[in-house]
């Protein structure tokens, strides 16, 4: 007869396991709890733990059979998978916190999204209240002295005609939720619970766009990124990462379609990061039209979302529904599952650097989420970053180059203008040469492009009398003159003031306007042209929500001559009958401190006037210099991307510069200047006692911006090849350092703002 009895050698066997749990919002808590045998769990399960008196969630970072800790407390609960981090994920955080010198929590908040750690528990079902009979007048007027919040919200309600969810009314008519259970209880609203998905492109259609026919540079390009496309195996190292080194226009954008198509054909899916994606609508115009035919649904992540949209694609994705993201650096942490394929559109952009903890490079990130996947990556440029460029060189990316235009449409001839020489007459917006070409363009019906990267109307106000500059009070720069809304403004922190009419020193009204911003060169033009149609493309103009698309799409139907714009307008877009582009000051982000200023501006020179001679008629680009013959300016003069390389390359190797070094920034700041100096100063002593070898480290000083925000900034650089290591260092003497309270410190990795 069996016994009943559980025999007793099986009581010393654990009943459970146990995991590694980092606590949401605590400071980087890690605890370790027992999960009961027979549930499921993994890293980068969530989980809901018992805390003191309280239960929190967080984050399972490991699953052991073994606890050291005595009296382990049980989890109460395991979020359903769906709501959970793959462990790919899992490990792109746990890799940035040593890379970037940042606590794992704030690594793992960038991977999984606040709304979807906030709203995991409810995320498939929404309240919604629907409208079941309004009370007739008489009782309304009775509501409204007693209960206008209950009268508010029943309007509301009866205004949007249809069910609305809970949230959403009480954050349109201040109605709490206990406002609605009262309106439910009266039997004048019926509350149900209901899944309900926003859909951010619900009012847009999309044409179908069949994939187009490829020329033979692009042909060669597909085939080579089509062999590193087959599944690997565990164990089967990644493919190569590909550059692909395109000039404007070569048709790089068909390739990323076709490649993903074929991806998708695999079975599997695809992550296309863009810098910006508010500045990309054509771009994603295209992916849209071109996958709207097949079961493939496309998500689209980007800051502008609600959070409820947010939410929702994350969860379209997590589920499989979408198997192509197509977003801005964040996107490379889309949950998707068997990724077959990261491509990085304009990978040298700045923007993919992410300005705040985790200060993480959105390519970088992508190179090792493919490399840990086990799938290709496709970085693509007109004009790659040195850093891509190096690795080409030392074997560890593959390049693919397409060197002419689809069609073999020529590359814009682009022609100098030395300023110096024009400014002997008057200092001119606008060269006499230029002002030539744009009436011509103007009187032939085509359309030109003029490009400042400054916005205002002009840089600084100057009194002619005293000298008196009028200075931000919170930044060390000069507030910008805005005529349209005739204010001074400082494009550092946003502080306003009226204009000035006579100098607020010495109250002489010579008060002057000094350097040019998009405004005025909108002005200058219109004046001169004044039957032209001129637009202004810049951030004052888009704080209307749709000027961005409207502007662009008044360009795209020929109802502008001349669109003056900042860098908004250098990216991506194509429009054919764009004839002329006029760079105003090609100067301007060549004399700054920044190691990078000679790259940016010959990316910057080459992409916009890749903007010209996109159609049948052949293009043409002046560039305004007072220094025409710096290297950036002469080399994008030429389309020689090898030549500008090979100097600049030399020059970063000389100094031990990125790429041969890694360059951390750490910054220190203050309201009270002498606290950031003193604490800018202790630090770098600290940091120097045990420095690991080969870092180099610079001397506390203060920083080209010295003063942003009401804050004074100090700087500290330090360069090394071995990063980790470094990082370590750096958390490690941070941690002990007892810095005053009003004294801020943060450390940038791979730093891109060096002002
Ligand atoms: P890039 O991304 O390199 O700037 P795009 O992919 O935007 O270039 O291509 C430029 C233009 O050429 C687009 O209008 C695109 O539709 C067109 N194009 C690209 N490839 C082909 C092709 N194989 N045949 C015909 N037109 C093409
Ligand atoms: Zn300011």
């Given at each position: 007869m069996p016994s009943s009895k559980t025999p007793s050698f099986e009581l010393d066997k654990p009943a459970c396991r146990f995991v590694r749990v980092i606590l949401d919002d605590s400071g980087g808590r890690i605890f370790d709890y027992a999960v009961p045998e027979g549930v499921r769990v993994a890293p980068g399960s969530r989980v809901r733990v018992p805390v003191r008196m309280r239960t929190l969630l967080g984050t399972v970072l490991e699953v052991a059979d073994e606890s050291e800790v005595p009296g382990v407390r049980f989890v109460s609960e395991v979020l359903k998978s769906d709501a959970g981090m793959n462990p790919v994920l899992l490990k792109l955080a746990s890799w940035m916190a040593d890379y970037y010198c940042c606590p794992l929590e704030t690594a793992l908040r960038a991977v999984l999204p606040q709304v979807i750690r906030k709203s995991e528990m409810t995320h498939q079902q929404?309240?919604?209240?629907?409208?079941?009979?309004?009370?007739?007048?008489?009782?309304?007027?009775?509501?409204?002295?007693?209960?206008?919040?209950?009268?508010?919200?029943?309007?509301?309600?009866?205004?949007?005609?249809g069910p609305m969810a809970v949230s959403e009314l009480a954050k349109r008519s201040d109605a709490s939720h206990a406002v609605v259970r009262a309106l439910e209880k009266k039997g004048w609203?019926?509350?149900?619970?209901?899944?309900?998905?926003?859909?951010?492109?619900?009012?847009?259609?999309?044409?179908?766009?069949?994939?187009?026919?490829?020329?033979?540079?692009?042909?060669?390009?597909?085939?080579?990124?089509?062999?590193?496309?087959?599944?690997r195996a565990e164990g089967v190292a990644a493919p190569k990462p590909f550059l692909l080194h395109g000039v404007t226009g070569s048709g790089k954008t068909e390739i990323y379609l076709q490649a993903i198509q074929k991806v998708l054909e695999q079975g599997r899916s695809a992550i296309m990061l863009v810098p910006e994606i508010s500045l990309t609508p054509q771009t994603v115009e295209r992916f849209k039209s071109?996958?709207?035919?097949?079961?493939?649904?496309?998500?689209?992540?980007?800051?502008?979302?609600?959070?409820?949209?947010?939410?929702?694609?994350w969860h379209r994705i997590r589920s499989g529904r979408a198997k192509i993201v197509i977003g801005a650096r964040s996107a490379v942490f889309a949950p998707l599952e068997n990724l077959g394929l990261i491509v990085v559109d304009e990978e040298h952009e700045p923007s993919y650097k992410q300005e705040e903890s985790p200060r993480y490079h959105g390519r970088d990130i992508a190179v090792l989420r493919a490399s840990i996947e086990r799938c290709a990556v496709l970085l693509g440029s007109a004009t790659p970053s040195l850093e891509s460029y190096h690795n080409v060189k030392l074997g560890k990316y593959e390049l693919l180059s397409?060197?002419?235009?689809?069609?073999?449409?020529?590359?814009?001839?682009?022609?100098?203008?030395?300023?110096?020489?024009?400014?002997?007459?008057?200092s001119p917006v606008i060269s006499s040469k230029l002002l030539t070409a744009l009436e011509l363009r103007i009187a032939r019906k085509e359309q030109s492009i003029l490009?400042?990267?400054?916005?205002?109307?002009?840089?600084?106000?100057?009194?002619?009398?005293?000298?008196?500059?009028?200075?931000?009070p919170n930044c060390s720069v000069s507030l910008t003159f805005h005529r349209a809304a005739n204010r001074i403004v400082c494009h550092i922190c946003g502080h306003l003031a009226l204009a000035p009419t006579k100098c607020p020193e010495c109250k002489d009204p010579g008060i002057r306007q000094q350097g040019t911003g998009t405004e005025r060169v909108e002005d200058v033009v219109q004046k001169i042209f004044p039957k032209a149609v001129v637009r202004r493309l810049d951030a004052d103009v888009l704080q209307r929500k749709e000027a961005f698309r409207e502007t662009l799409s008044a360009f795209r139907t020929g109802k502008i001559d001349v669109l003056v714009g900042t860098q908004m307008i250098a990216k991506g877009l194509h429009f054919p009958n764009v004839t002329l582009v006029g760079i105003i000051n090609a100067d301007l982000g060549l004399h700054i401190p920044d190691y990078r200023a000679g790259e940016r501006t010959f990316q910057l020179l080459t992409q916009v006037a890749g903007r010209a001679g996109r159609g049948d008629v052949e293009g043409e680009v002046f560039v305004q210099s007072y220094t025409p013959f710096s290297p950036a300016i002469q080399f994008s003069r030429h389309h020689?991307?090898?030549?500008?390389?090979?100097?600049?390359?030399?020059?970063?190797?000389?100094?031990?510069?990125?790429?041969?070094?890694?360059?951390?920034?750490?910054?220190?700041?203050?309201?009270?200047?002498?606290?950031?100096?003193?604490?800018?100063?202790?630090?770098?002593?600290?940091?120097?006692?045990?420095?690991?070898?080969?870092?180099i480290l610079g001397e506390a000083s203060p920083a080209p911006l010295e003063k942003s925000h009401g804050q004074f900034r100090y700087h500290l650089t330090l360069r090394t090849k071995a990063i980790v290591r470094l990082s370590r260092h750096l958390k490690a003497v941070l941690a002990k350092l007892p810095f005053p309270e009003d004294v801020i410190v943060t450390v940038d990795v791979d730093a891109y703002q060096l002002m």
């Open positions: 929404r309240q919604m209240v629907r409208l079941v009979r309004m009370p007739e007048e008489a009782v309304l007027a009775g509501l409204e002295k007693r209960a206008p919040l209950q009268l508010g919200a029943l309007r509301m309600l009866e205004a949007q005609g609203v019926a509350v149900e619970a209901e899944r309900v998905e926003r859909d951010p492109s619900r009012h847009e259609h999309f044409v179908e766009a069949p994939a187009l026919e490829l020329n033979a540079e692009q042909a060669l390009v597909f085939e080579r990124v089509c062999a590193a496309l087959e599944p071109r996958f709207s035919s097949t079961q493939h649904e496309v998500a689209v992540l980007h800051s502008h979302l609600s959070e409820g949209e947010r939410h929702d694609e397409i060197l002419a235009r689809v069609d073999d449409k020529k590359m814009p001839f682009i022609r100098i203008i030395d300023m110096r020489m024009e400014s002997k007459k008057q490009f400042l990267n400054r916005r205002g109307f002009s840089t600084s106000m100057l009194c002619e009398k005293c000298g008196h500059v009028c200075q931000c020689d991307f090898e030549g500008f390389w090979d100097q600049e390359i030399e020059f970063r190797q000389q100094w031990d510069y990125p790429p041969f070094t890694h360059l951390v920034l750490v910054s220190v700041r203050s309201e009270h200047q002498a606290r950031a100096e003193f604490s800018a100063q202790t630090l770098a002593r600290r940091l120097a006692e045990g420095l690991p070898e080969g870092v």
